[in-house]
């Protein structure tokens, strides 16, 4: 049995165990394989992005420089984490592209690897996923102020400087498929249709945490993140917006997911 499909099943069990899945009355039984990241170049070698996959760089070394122009002597928009991964939007000599914090950034191939993903065929997603990567560090702030208000009416305050996990998603869904999230994890958890087995591209996962696992209902859920493949998640939580593997830990806090698109 595969690693992911072991996580898949351990999480279910886990899930089960605190008290129960929350099943919206759209629940399926439908079930999708999870997708597969493959390691395809690390150094200074040249990568062509390919138009069936997502392609990302992930970070080999702790606290890596991103920088706002491909060379060292640019200055350091922040610092990445080992492991984590950023889009792969081309390639200056040494130096790969992509985003941060909304604005174009460099990463030195010296401290990278290159993987990819198999994108999902349905374009929506991939942009809700793409409006993710341009996130990528912006600070978590718990209540940050929404896009809007769970209709689409745009709320004043609003600033891509601040998300918390449930703003972040709402953002994504908005801007990349004009789709209207809940304004928190406790609403949106209803949307969408549940999925109670294999995960797919985009799919929404909640989680419960320490502070909330012993609740009953609806009050258990304090966290969501979307599904990426490979055991990746594309989330916002306690630090910063990153992508990274979901851990054990959160897999034994883990309740649901739902399929927005």
């Known amino acids: 049995m595969k690693r992911k499909n072991r996580h898949l099943i351990a999480a279910a069990f886990a899930a089960t165990a605190l008290s ?3 099943l919206p009355a759209c629940a399926t039984n439908k079930t999708e394989t999870p997708l597969t990241a493959t390691e395809v170049s690390t150094g200074n070698n040249n990568t062509t992005p390919q138009a069936d996959t997502a392609n990302y760089v992930r970070v080999t070394a702790s606290d890596v420089n991103i920088r ?3 060379g060292s002597e640019y200055s350091s928009l922040g610092t990445a984490e080992k492991n984590t991964l950023y889009a792969l939007n081309g390639q200056s000599g040494g130096w790969y592209k992509t985003w941060y914090k909304n604005k174009t950034a ?3 191939s010296k401290y990278c690897t290159v993987v ?3 994108k999902s065929a349905n374009e929506d997603i991939e942009n809700v996923i793409e409006q993710g990567y341009k996130c990528l560090g912006v600070k978590y702030v718990y209540g940050a102020t929404r896009y809007h208000d769970g209709n689409g009416n745009r709320l004043s305050g609003f600033t891509t400087s601040a998300f918390d996990c449930s703003s ?3 953002y994504m869904y908005k801007l990349g498929a004009g ?5 928190n994890t406790r609403t ?6 549940t999925v109670t087995s294999n995960l797919k591209r985009g799919d929404l996962m909640f989680f419960t945490n320490a502070s909330r696992k012993y609740n009953s ?11 990426l493949g490979d055991n990746y998640i594309l989330h916002t939580a306690s630090d910063y917006a990153k992508i990274e593997q979901i851990s054990s830990t959160r897999w034994g806090y883990y309740i649901q997911s739902q399929r927005i698109i």
């Not at 789709?179 to 304004?183: D, S």
Request: proline share 0%; net charge negative.
């Open 20 to 22: 129960g899945l929350i």
């Open 68 to 70: 706002s122009g491909a």
């Open 106 to 108: 460099y990463i030195s």
């Open 116 to 118: 990819q993903m198999d």
């Open 168 to 170: 972040l998603m709402q």
């Open 179 to 183: 789709i209207n999230l809940q304004v």
């Open 188 to 193: 949106q958890i209803y949307q969408g249709t």
């Open 217 to 227: 209902g609806i009050e258990r859920v304090g966290h969501v993140a979307m599904y």
